[in-house]
């Protein structure tokens, strides 16, 4: 587990992610709620299934200020669960692009760019989870130090 994130403590470290992640998903809300104002039903599903993230991401950042462990797990349910689903979408992504039909069907330079972006997007999620886990765990361990 790190003991950092990047040059920052784990405190600032999940600060960061949390806003980050918080901001990332208000702009995924808005843009679909823009992109796909004319699907009714595909609105309410990309509505109901942001603002989860968004309350765990809320919960997050209230949780590492106030340091309450119990308010983080939220988040890495949530991240975990999105983890997993990037993983299966991005094998559901190769699988496409190199195996089944393809993408466009003719130049491989934008799936493959997007293919790129999604890889290192994965990985960066399972850094922030690690990250967070481990702020979580400190905290817990400093919570329970306290009480003891």
Not at 80 to 90: E, R, T
Not at 104 to 118: D, K
């Amino acid at each position: 587990m790190p003991s950092k994130c990047c040059c920052f403590d784990l405190k600032t470290g999940s600060l960061l992610i949390g806003s980050t992640d918080l901001f990332l998903n208000v702009l995924f809300l808005i843009v679909s709620s823009i992109t796909f104002n004319t699907v009714p039903l595909l609105l309410t599903l990309l509505v109901i299934s942001t603002l989860l993230p968004i309350i765990a991401s809320i919960w997050l950042i209230v949780g590492i200020k106030q340091d309450k462990p119990g308010y983080v797990v939220l988040w890495i349910i949530m991240k975990a669960f999105a983890i997993v689903l990037m993983f299966f979408s991005l094998i559901a992504f190769t699988y496409m692009l190199f195996i089944g039909t393809g993408l466009g069907g003719g130049s491989m330079a934008v799936p493959l760019v997007f293919g790129i972006c999604a890889i290192l997007f994965f990985c960066l999620n399972v850094y922030w989870w690690f990250v967070v886990r481990s702020y979580q765990q400190e905290l817990r361990a400093r919570t329970a130090a306290n009480f003891a």
